[in-house]
């Protein structure tokens, strides 16, 4: 089946500093989603890409989709202690309606 | 977030005993999705529902069971509840605009 890989599991970051998490794909992908879940809280979503080579940024964070539509990145710049929680990419398939989630990355932040 | 909730919030419950946990939302989403929460897991989609009455198994389905009755009402059950059922829950729709999930059910099976 599916499977969606995220690296690093755990990220510790001192605050101001930069660092980016990465999201693989076995299979090509439809869309690649990615959620923020708050530590006790539920996942909310931040953002979808759908095409090749997309890039797209909210403020501070900047996602990429690879070429191929099996990676993914997200990049946080200037990381602030707001940005404390896991990051979930989720990918689904053309075929499908269930999103499969990575593993997470669960970003601490040293002040 | 988007008319959805679900109860209880929190549950214990002993082992062998049925435990139905419920999702409800107000806006009338047609694909509704449980999904279980284990640390070093992420997500993992147990079943979903595209329909009133329909519904399809996720990658860890067994031990569990779905109906959809009304469009508003996704309910999950553990037939006989086992320890390694112990975890957090989470119910969720398709905005069009990712998903939107509830705020999730703590079961602790002992």
């Known amino acids: 089946g599916q499977q969606v890989m995220q690296i690093p599991q755990y990220q510790h970051v001192q605050e101001g500093e930069d660092f980016t998490t990465y999201c693989n794909s076995s299979?090509?992908?439809?869309?690649i989603q990615w959620y923020k879940q708050r530590p006790g809280g539920h996942p909310v979503f931040l953002i979808q890409l759908v095409k090749s080579g997309e890039v797209k940024k909210q403020k501070r964070l900047t996602f990429q989709f690879g070429e191929a539509k099996k990676n993914s990145s997200l990049h946080i710049t200037a990381t602030q202690t707001t940005d404390v929680g896991t990051y979930f990419c989720?990918?689904?398939?053309?075929?499908?309606?269930?999103?499969?989630f990575g593993g997470g990355t669960r970003v601490l932040v040293k002040p | 977030d988007a008319g959805i909730t679900q109860s209880p919030r929190h549950k214990v419950t002993e082992t062998g005993t049925p435990v139905t946990l419920r999702c409800h939302q107000t806006?009338?989403?047609?694909?509704m999705y449980w999904y279980r929460q284990d640390p070093g897991h992420g997500l993992r989609l147990i079943h979903y529902s595209y329909g009133v009455k329909d519904t399809d198994k996720g990658e860890v389905s067994d031990g569990y069971s779905v109906s959809r009755s009304k469009t508003e009402d996704f309910l999950l059950t553990l037939e006989s509840a086992t320890s390694s059922q112990t975890s957090v829950y989470f119910c969720a729709i398709t905005t069009g605009d990712g998903y939107t999930f509830g705020s999730g059910t703590r079961l602790t099976v002992v």
């Open positions: 989720a990918g689904l398939l053309s075929a499908g309606n269930k999103l499969t």
């Open positions: 806006e009338n989403h047609r694909y």
């Open positions: 299979t090509t992908l439809s869309n």
